[in-house]
């Protein structure tokens, strides 16, 4: 069962992955590059002490560390008046598209089908052996 998992959720880290790498800009250096290569399924997946199951995925990895300011800009968008081309507020309205790639990556419907096919396979996996379990004390219950 433990190998089935790590694949299935390794599948799930590399859809986020793609899907967030995929919305981020393209022009801006090497940051799509950098996302595919550092995001990795090792890095992604932590398993908490209550096991409980984390995935992240790393906006701003290095060597590409300006992530962070397109995944979420900061700043107020207000400009000096002589110069008003390069605001927060301007460059949102340009590049809609490639602001909160990590959350938009995470909401991809792609994403969301993985993580169903893993819940599905998962329970079913879990009422087998439950199953399994329930037969076996039976089974040693009658012989006593």
Same mark, same amino acid.
């Given at each position: ?23 981020? $800009? ?14 990795? $399924? ?14 992240? *995925? *790393?906006?701003?990895?290095?060597? @590409? ?16 008046? @002589?110069?008003?081309?390069? =605001? ?33 396979? *998962? =329970?079913?996996?879990? =009422? ?17």
């Amino acid at each position: 069962m433990a190998i089935k998992e790590s694949i299935q959720l390794k599948q799930i880290a590399l859809s986020i992955r793609n899907a967030a790498s995929a919305l981020a $800009p393209r022009k801006k250096g090497r940051l799509r590059n950098e996302l595919r290569r550092y995001n990795t $399924p090792e890095r992604m997946i932590k398993t908490l002490p209550n096991g409980n199951i984390k995935i992240d *995925f *790393f906006v701003a990895p290095p060597g @590409a560390v300006y992530g962070k300011y397109w995944n979420s800009p900061y700043g107020s968008g207000i400009a000096a008046p @002589a110069k008003n081309s390069n =605001t927060t507020a301007t460059i949102k309205k340009r590049y809609p598209q490639h602001f909160d790639y990590g959350q938009k990556g995470y909401a991809d419907p792609s994403v969301r089908d993985a993580i169903e096919d893993w819940k599905k396979q *998962f =329970t079913k996996e879990i =009422t087998e052996e439950l199953r399994e379990t329930i037969r076996y004390e039976l089974n040693t219950t009658k012989r006593k």
